[in-house]
């Protein structure tokens, strides 16, 4: 969209037009990401965004609709901007040592990867409640929700799934195939 389309969207949301000013936040938003994606580190880009858009917002009576939008825009991204890179220089960075060694990620991938052929061998209602309970923490009855079971069957689920876990990581111990 041109500047003067922005102009015109930005004049009807003045008007109290509420259809208008959400298609010019969402213009505004994808403009924004990438003037900030050029200009910040990717951690700051999407804060900075919502500070502009934020004081798109409340500064929005300040625009002249016969005047251009865009260096009206751009002074704005442009003080927020500068907001940001003062932040920068008081943030304290500490260096980190030369000598500070880096984990071996080996054993977590070859974790993650056992992990997902055991609950391979489970059935899905199993394998589903023990991934929202066991791994991603949710309550049972979270879980019972989330998966339309009862919550006393989520329990049962877990525990025999739990079960069969273990009985095909005692079988991956000694070798055997993993049965079906």
Sequence with gaps: MTDSGWGSLMAAAQRGETAPY????????RWLERYFRRRLPMAM???AVQDTLIAVHEKRHTYDPSRPFEPWLAAIARYKWIDRLRAMKRASFEELDESL???DHHAAVISAAVLEALLAELKPAQSKVIRL????????????TM????????KVNIHRGLGRMTAAAARMETSEPLAS
């Design 133 to 144: 309970v066991k791994l991603e923490g949710f309550s049972i009855e979270e879980a019972a």
């Design 147 to 154: 998966t339309g079971q009862s919550p006393s069957l989520v």
């Design 101 to 103: 060694g880096v984990q």
């Design 45 to 47: 880009v999407d804060d």
């Design 22 to 29: 959400r298609r010019l936040l969402d213009l505004l938003r």
